[in-house]
C-alpha cells in the first residue's frame, strides 16, 4: 500500500507561484511512475502533469510552460511547481501513483491506483 499526502496549496494572486508537495509512505516511489491531476468546481478531474520513472515528464497543454513536476526519490516526494498562476488554475490538486513497476505517466485516472486526498489552490484575480 501507499499513502500519498499533498501539502502546499492555498490562496495566491493571479500571476504568482506555489509548489506543491506529495510526500508518499508505505513503499518508495522510485518504481512507480507518478502524476498530477486537478478538479474545478463543477468539473471532472483532469490530468496536468506526468513523470515517468527515469524522470520523463509530460504536460496539458494549458499548463505547459508554466508548470513543472519534479521527483526526489530520496524524500520520496514529487513536487508541482506552479507559475504565472492563472484564476482558471483553481482546482482541488491530486497526486497520483501508478502500481510498481510502472515504467510511464499516463492521462487517464483510470491507470493509477493510489491518490491523494488532495490540497486546494485558489487563484484570486
Known amino acids: 500500500q501507499v499513502q500519498l499526502v499533498e501539502s502546499g496549496g492555498g490562496l495566491v494572486q493571479a500571476g504568482g507561484s506555489l509548489r506543491l508537495s506529495c510526500a508518499a509512505s508505505?513503499?518508495?516511489?522510485?518504481?512507480?511512475?507518478m502524476a498530477w491531476f486537478r478538479q474545478a468546481p463543477g468539473k471532472e478531474r483532469e490530468f496536468v502533469a506526468g513523470?515517468?520513472?527515469?524522470?520523463?515528464?509530460g504536460y496539458v497543454d494549458f499548463v505547459k510552460g508554466r508548470f513543472t513536476i519534479s521527483r526526489d526519490n530520496a524524500k520520496n516526494t514529487v513536487y508541482l511547481q506552479m507559475s504565472s498562476l492563472k484564476s482558471e488554475d483553481t482546482a482541488v490538486y491530486y497526486c497520483?501513483?501508478?502500481?510498481?513497476?510502472?515504467?510511464?505517466?499516463?492521462?487517464?485516472?483510470?491507470?493509477?491506483?493510489?491518490w491523494g486526498q488532495g490540497t486546494q489552490v485558489t487563484v484570486s484575480s
Open positions: 513523470i515517468n520513472r527515469n524522470g520523463g515528464t
Open positions: 497520483a501513483a501508478r502500481d510498481s513497476g510502472s515504467y510511464y505517466y499516463l492521462s487517464e485516472e483510470n491507470q493509477y491506483r493510489y
Open positions: 508505505g513503499r518508495t516511489i522510485s518504481s512507480s511512475a
